[in-house]
C-alpha cells in the first residue's frame, strides 16, 4: 500500500539543480512529506519536511503543489557526494500513538551525480 | 557531538545464536526504534520504545527482543528464532513531545549469518 511514488533513479551533472519528483495523490489533510537520503551503507539522513508551504534549508527545497499530490526536492547544486537513494514519505507528525510511529519507506529515487 | 551510535558496524552470528546490536543516543530523545533493511529494499520496522520502560511491536517484531532502561539505550537482541537474520539493522531516535517528529538515524550494524 505504497503511499508514494518516485522513479526508480535518476542522474545529475555535478553543479546544476537536481529535481527529485514525488507522486502523493491519496494524502490526508494532516499528513507532511518529508524527505530523508541514504548513501550506500549508512544510516538514512533526514533532509527536510513540508505540509503545504514551499521550505527550504541549508540542504535543499522542497516544493509542494497546491493540491498537496506532489511535491518535489530540489538540491540547488548538485555534488558526488549528494549520490544517495532518496526517500519521499508521507505521515502524520504528530505523535497520536499507532501506526504512525514508524517511517514508510519505499524504495525511492537512486539519485546519481556524474562529474 | 551529539548524535546516535550503533556497535559493531559488522556482526556475524553462527546458527543457533543469539546476539545482540548496540544504539547508544545522547540526544535525550524520548523515542528511539530499531529498522531491518534487506537488500533493495525499504526499511521495516521491528519495535520501538516512546519512553523508558516501555516499548512496543512494529511489523516484524518475530525473532527480535528489546529492552528500555535507559534513555539512550535500545539494545536489540536477535535470537535462534529469527531464521533469516541476514539484514542491514538501523536505529533511530525522536524526540516524542515534539509537534513535529523528526527520527534521526544511527550508521547500522550488518548482519551476517555464518
Known amino acids: 500500500d505504497a503511499k508514494t511514488t518516485q522513479p526508480p533513479s535518476m542522474d545529475c551533472a555535478e553543479g546544476r539543480a537536481a529535481n527529485l519528483p514525488c507522486n502523493h495523490s491519496?494524502?490526508?489533510?494532516?499528513?507532511?512529506v518529508y524527505w530523508y537520503r541514504q548513501i550506500h551503507s549508512q544510516g538514512p539522513q533526514y533532509i527536510i519536511h513540508?505540509?503545504?508551504n514551499n521550505e527550504t534549508n541549508e540542504m535543499a527545497s522542497l516544493i509542494i503543489t497546491e493540491d498537496r499530490k506532489s511535491s518535489t526536492l530540489i538540491l540547488p547544486h548538485a555534488t558526488l557526494r549528494d549520490t544517495a537513494v532518496y526517500y519521499c514519505?508521507?505521515?502524520?507528525?504528530?505523535?497520536?500513538?499507532?501506526?504512525?510511529?514508524?517511517?514508510?519507506f519505499g524504495k525511492g529515487t537512486l539519485l546519481t551525480v556524474n562529474p | 557531538d551529539g548524535g546516535i551510535t550503533q556497535s559493531p558496524k559488522y556482526l556475524f552470528r553462527k546458527e543457533g545464536q543469539n546476539v545482540t546490536l548496540s544504539c547508544e543516543q545522547n540526544?535525550?530523545?524520548?523515542?528511539m526504534y530499531w529498522y531491518r533493511q534487506d537488500p533493495g529494499q525499504g526499511l521495516r520496522l521491528i519495535y520501538y520504545?516512546?519512553?523508558?520502560?516501555?516499548?512496543q511491536k512494529g511489523d516484524i517484531a518475530e525473532g527480535y527482543s528489546v529492552s528500555r532502561e535507559k534513555k539512550e539505550s535500545f539494545p536489540l537482541t536477535v535470537t535462534s528464532a529469527q531464521k533469516n537474520p541476514t539484514a542491514f539493522y538501523l536505529c533511530?531516535?525522536?524526540?516524542?513531545?515534539?509537534?513535529?517528529?523528526?527520527?534521526?538515524f544511527g550508521p547500522g550494524t550488518r548482519l551476517l549469518v555464518l
Open positions: 533511530a531516535s525522536s524526540i516524542q513531545a515534539a509537534a513535529i517528529e523528526t527520527q534521526y
Open positions: 491519496t494524502i490526508s489533510g494532516n499528513e507532511y
Open positions: 513540508g505540509l503545504k
Open positions: 514519505i508521507v505521515r502524520v507528525a504528530e505523535n497520536s500513538g499507532g501506526s504512525n510511529y514508524k517511517l514508510t
Open positions: 540526544l535525550n530523545h524520548d523515542a
Open positions: 520504545s516512546q519512553i523508558v520502560n516501555d516499548f
